[in-house]
């Protein structure tokens, strides 16, 4: 069985790049009204974890 993926538009890897940037800098004002230090590895995480694979 052969199965196709569609390629993802233009606007759509916009749009959840986008999307990855929001959850990246609402973990990071979250963590940061906590009194947390945060670090580029952290946000990056944060990102990855809210990006549709594209």
């Not at 569609?6 to 963590?31: C, D, E, M, T």
Request: hydrophobic share 55%; aromatic share 6%.
């Amino acid at each position: 069985m052969e199965t196709t993926q569609a390629k993802s538009s233009l606007p759509s890897k916009l749009l959840w790049s986008l999307v990855a940037i929001v959850g990246a800098i609402s973990f990071g004002i979250l963590a940061v009204s906590r009194g947390e230090h945060v670090n580029a590895v952290w946000l990056v995480l944060a990102a990855v974890c809210v990006l549709e694979p594209i």
